[in-house]
């Protein structure tokens, strides 16, 4: 079993600064991709960026400039910085990863959340 857990939400002003982190553990042989999603009230969960194991990142447009994705590989953990936030960028962020475990098998996980509101 692999075990995703989000933290670093909170409330901020418009303007502001957080920083998200997404640690993995469990049975984890090696990561292939891990990214952020969000979704808000009312709308369809949206990828916000991801990085892959040689490092490769990709954003959303709506963030571009504003929002940093880097990971730590040696210890499974994946963090967003996000500044110059905007109302916009309310919702719940979710973790999400692309874990072999150690019978070579890839499968897919989420974390459960965290919250992200930003204040005008």
């Known amino acids: 079993q692999v075990r995703l857990v989000e933290s670093g939400g909170g409330l901020v002003q418009a303007g502001g600064s957080l920083r998200l982190s997404c640690a993995a553990s469990?049975?984890?042989?090696?990561?292939?991709?891990m990214g952020w999603y969000r979704q808000a009230p009312g709308k369809q969960r949206e990828l916000v960026a991801n990085?892959?194991?040689?490092?490769?990142?990709n954003y959303a447009d709506s963030v571009k400039g504003r929002f940093t994705i880097s990971r730590d590989n040696p210890k499974n953990t994946m963090y967003l910085q996000m500044n110059s936030l905007k109302p916009e960028d309310t919702a719940v962020y979710y973790c999400h990863a692309n874990v072999v475990n150690y019978y070579h098998t890839p499968s897919n996980y989420w974390g459960q959340g965290t919250q992200v509101t930003v204040s005008s």
């Open positions: 469990g049975s984890i042989l090696s990561i292939n991709a």
């Open positions: 990085i892959i194991s040689g490092g490769s990142t």
